[in-house]
């Protein structure tokens, strides 16, 4: 059971090109979400999915867009990088948003912008 | 906006002893998670509080909610070396589906 898959685990871009980080999960979780980790901040919400063709902006989407055409698959795209989206990604699944239903991560893309 | 805050942000204890992380939230929510993340990995759930004094326990770790006082606390039990990781709270909006973190407990274990 591969749980909630991320590539790639490491990236760097330089200032104003474009990516894909890709997620998919095989539990058949509803839920599907973005956050990034910086040093001293936890992690804070980027987009979050309750379902195929619904997603949502989370604290910090300025920057990032989201789609979900699949129950499985969730990918984040950076439009135009910049160095402060330099960060660790991590994309988590549940198998609903409320209720007590814990978030289910994967293993982080390394992101590094110059 | 709910804010969440985690005290201490960086906690060492000898093994043995005895010592407890607050989680503190500013808006009303009565679900709450603990997660572990080990250097350089992801997270791992470790807890799920849904209602006013739930108490929940695993091992050396106890963890408890108070709605009221906008309080969690994780409580480590005669810490062990493999208890070192970082450890962090998150509160669940009241309207579902967006879960906002705590900073972070860094918590270093010495023999």
């Known amino acids: 059971n591969a749980g909630v898959t991320q590539t790639p685990k490491f990236q760097v871009l330089k200032t104003g090109q474009s990516m894909t980080l890709q997620c998919a999960q095989d539990?058949?979780?509803?839920?599907m979400s973005w956050y990034r980790q910086d040093p001293g901040m936890g992690l804070r919400l980027i987009h979050y999915?309750?379902?195929?063709?619904?997603?949502d902006q989370g604290e910090v989407p300025n920057g990032y867009n989201v789609s979900r055409s699949t129950t499985e698959d969730f990918p984040l795209r950076l439009l135009s990088a910049a160095p402060s989206q330099t960060s660790v990604y991590f994309c988590?699944?549940?198998?609903?948003?409320?209720?007590?239903?814990?978030?289910?991560f994967g293993n982080g893309t390394r992101l590094t912008v110059t | 906006e709910l804010k969440v805050e985690q005290n201490p942000l960086f906690l060492s204890m000898q093994e043995g002893k005895n010592y407890t992380i607050y989680c503190n939230y500013s808006?009303?929510?009565?679900?709450l998670y603990w997660y572990r993340q080990d250097p350089g990995k992801s997270l791992e759930s470790l807890f799920v509080?849904?209602?006013?004094?739930a108490v929940k326990q695993e091992g050396r770790l106890m963890a408890s909610l108070d709605t009221k006082a906008r309080l969690s606390t994780l409580h480590i039990t005669a810490a062990v070396h493999d208890l070192s990781a970082t450890y962090f709270c998150a509160v669940e909006s009241y309207a579902g589906n967006m879960l906002t973190f705590g900073g972070g407990t860094r918590l270093m274990v010495k023999p």
């Open positions: 988590a699944s549940s198998y609903s948003g409320q209720g007590g239903s814990p978030l289910h």
């Open positions: 539990m058949n979780h509803e839920y």
């Open positions: 509080l849904l209602s006013n004094g």
């Open positions: 808006t009303t929510s009565d679900r």
């Open positions: 999915s309750v379902g195929a063709g619904i997603t």
